[in-house]
């Protein structure tokens, strides 16, 4: 994972998840993960109702916004202390984007 190359939004990131990216796929069809890195985010802890990948209104309750593309097989922690248990990492179930209009920066939302 690339660090946050936001810099017009990177004021706005004052929290820190973890993402730990699929790295390849084991004998039993399993995803198979590489190492937690620490991304700089903005995190909310709200209901939205957002569509799923499957196009169905469904309801999130945290979501965050970065600089960085996490895909929907990544798994996130929310907290430095949940690290050594992958019991507590969430995968998002929506992910948008959108440019800045006077940067072209790119802005994403994750929604878990």
């Known amino acids: ?23 390849s796929i084991d004998a039993y069809g399993e995803a198979a993960y590489g190492p937690y890195v620490a991304m700089s985010c903005a ?3 709200a209901f939205n109702r957002v569509l799923d990948l499957n196009g169905n209104e469904v309801t ?15 798994r996130v922690i929310f907290s430095a202390a949940d690290l050594g248990d992958n019991s507590k990492a969430r995968k998002p179930i929506a992910v948008t984007s959108a440019p800045s209009r006077l940067t072209g920066d790119i802005l994403y939302e994750s929604y878990f």
Do not use: C, K, R
Request: charged share 10%; hydrophobic share 35%; proline share 2%.
């Open 60 to 74: 999130s309750s945290n979501s965050i916004a970065h600089g960085s593309a996490i895909s929907l097989n990544s």
């Open 1 to 23: 994972m690339q660090e946050d190359v936001m810099s017009s939004f990177s004021h706005l990131f004052t929290d820190t998840v973890y993402v730990s990216n699929p790295t």
């Open 43 to 45: 995190l909310e802890h």
